[in-house]
């Protein structure tokens, strides 16, 4: 033990802790990186084909496609006599509405519920006539307009979390039970959650201080997952569950900061208590999110194309000549 200076608190630990005070306030200690994922154009409105290359549209799994219009923006403004319409779908087959795809009579189209094998390339077929005034001569016109659809979803979110603590030595067992404890307490906070702590580790290193020479420090580093035992249970009725957990493990991630938060709280208030020798390092707090596919999806989370397959949570979709599906997560 020794005792530090007002100052010198301040500076290096931001507030004294003990094995069950553990980390310090300050939003400033907090590096909080989040990489999300590229996002494309997820329309939501009907859509008029712009007429040139086939348009790409994204639809998140288990919702409603946008509304398709088979016609582009020029044809929309003037009329249009007799006008027919025959959707083709990704099985190369001709469309008819069902209680997932509901055409109009004006030709626009909606994909219900929408899941991996119904993406692909939908084509629309419009004919209509021009009538000549003076003859009444009558010509047929037929213009196609080509949508891909690609299924996606959410990425699995977890986050990457790394602290430091000084200790007197990096022998002895003491340096484990701090870790051992650390873990434990992180489990108990988030548990109800069904998140929990996977994959600490540590090292220890020792460190050369400005003013404050060589200190030994342990480097700690661990995933907080929102998969813990028994996760299913908090689907309810979740199709896939994605918003639920997604929506845990930023509650998790709060509750982590709100814990540093507030047993530094206690000691940003009083400079003058003893310095234990395992403290934690100010400014050492940092956390990253980390982004993983399910399985069938790749980068972007977008479904894995034919000649692709995703088996689990990679973010690349890999190669395989055999698969002619959507969304495949093997390769026969």
Known sequence: MRTSSPAESKRRAGGAVDLLRLFPRRERERTFIERLPCAPHFPKAAMFHPYSDPIKIYVKLHRNSPILVCMDFKRAEKETVDPTYLWI???EKQLTGNYRINIT???????????EPLSGLYTCTLSYKTVRAETQEEKMVKQRYDFMIFAYREPDYSYQMAV???TKSCIGRYNDLLFRVLKKILDNLISDLSCHVIEPSYKCHVVKVPKNGLIPELFIAFQVNPFAPGWR?????SIDCEDITNHNILQARDRIEEFFRSQAYIFYHDFNKTLPAMHFVDHSFQVIRLDSCRPGFGKNEVVCSPGTFSPDVDVTCQTCISVHIYGAKSCP
Do not use: H, I, Q, S
Request: proline fraction near 5%.
């Open 105 to 115: 009579e004006t030709g626009k189209l909606m994909v219900k519920d929408f899941l």
């Open 233 to 237: 249970g908090a689907c309810k009725d």
């Open 89 to 91: 779908g990704p099985n």
């Open 164 to 166: 430091r603590f000084t």
